[in-house]
């Protein structure tokens, strides 16, 4: 759940939005915005004659989903690097200039190619290398780095699809979430419009996840030998915190720091494959 300024912040930003419901109060559940792949750039960012918030200040403190990335113009996705990076959009337009928040989730979902069936054990994947790599290069490389997770997702066999296996309830994962939602709105109670890790800043990276003996030493062998960037370096970090949070450990380890790489790693193998 939102905190009350989260609310308040999210309230005030729907209420200069020209697509919001007329006597809307306040707004309590984290938003979701899923725009549709045609979608134009100002519509993302947020225009018209008068200043208005576009789709990355509607889903401030909630979700921005993206399906078929790779289908949005370039253009457009090239405009998101700015609100993830800074968290704000600044729209400048006859009528003045102004500022939005714009801290959101970015959840984005591609195929590994235009026909779909690449690396598929029962399908033919009919797609040629040309076109593998220019579907595949519709998202730059400074896009790509401000993404913290790439998760290769493989097709469910039917048998599990119907199948009873046992896994993790929701109501499970619910809850070590919010717990660690807690501990990190506790770390950062006193410091002002910041209330999870994504929103660190260099200075609080460095007093918040400092590293020891096997984690430092994984971390630099990963940025050498995968030439990661300083935005990966503060990148993995964060994540990093976010599984020891999750783990309710206050140091972070060196298993937290393989597997933030790892999940990283995956934009390389994307780009190499085929």
Request: charged share 25%.
């Amino acid at each position: 759940p939102m905190t009350l300024e989260e609310s308040l912040q999210t309230t005030r930003i729907w209420s200069v939005a020209v697509s919001a419901p007329m006597g809307h109060g306040l707004v309590v559940e984290r938003p979701f915005r899923s725009p549709h792949h045609t979608i134009s750039d100002a519509g993302l960012l947020g225009g018209t004659a008068h200043p208005a918030p576009g789709e990355v200040s509607l889903a401030h403190n909630g979700v921005l989903f993206l399906d078929e990335l790779p289908e949005f113009r370039r253009n457009v996705l090239e405009v998101l690097r700015q609100p993830l990076e800074d968290g704000l959009v600044t729209i400048s337009r006859a009528a003045g200039t102004v500022t939005f928040p714009s801290q959101f989730m970015l959840v984005a979902a591609m195929n590994p190619c235009p026909c779909g069936f690449l690396g598929d054990s029962k399908h033919r994947c009919r797609c040629g290398y040309r076109d593998i790599y220019k579907y595949r290069s519709r998202i730059s490389g400074p896009l790509l780095d401000r993404i913290d997770l790439h998760i290769e997702v493989p097709a469910v066999p039917l048998s599990e699809l119907r199948g009873a296996r046992p896994s993790e309830r929701s109501e499970v994962v619910q809850h070590r979430v919010s717990a660690a939602r807690t501990i990190q709105h506790e770390r950062f109670s006193a410091v002002p419009g910041i209330f999870c890790n994504a929103q660190m800043t260099p200075s609080l990276i460095r007093a918040h996840c400092s590293l020891q003996g096997e984690a430092e030493g994984l971390l630099k062998q990963a940025l050498e030998e995968f030439d990661l960037s300083a935005r990966a370096h503060d990148r993995i970090l964060k994540v990093a915190r976010t599984l020891a949070d999750l783990e309710g450990r206050e140091c972070i380890d060196a298993c937290d720091i393989g597997e933030a790489v790892q999940a990283r790693a995956l934009d390389r193998r994307l780009f190499d494959e085929g």
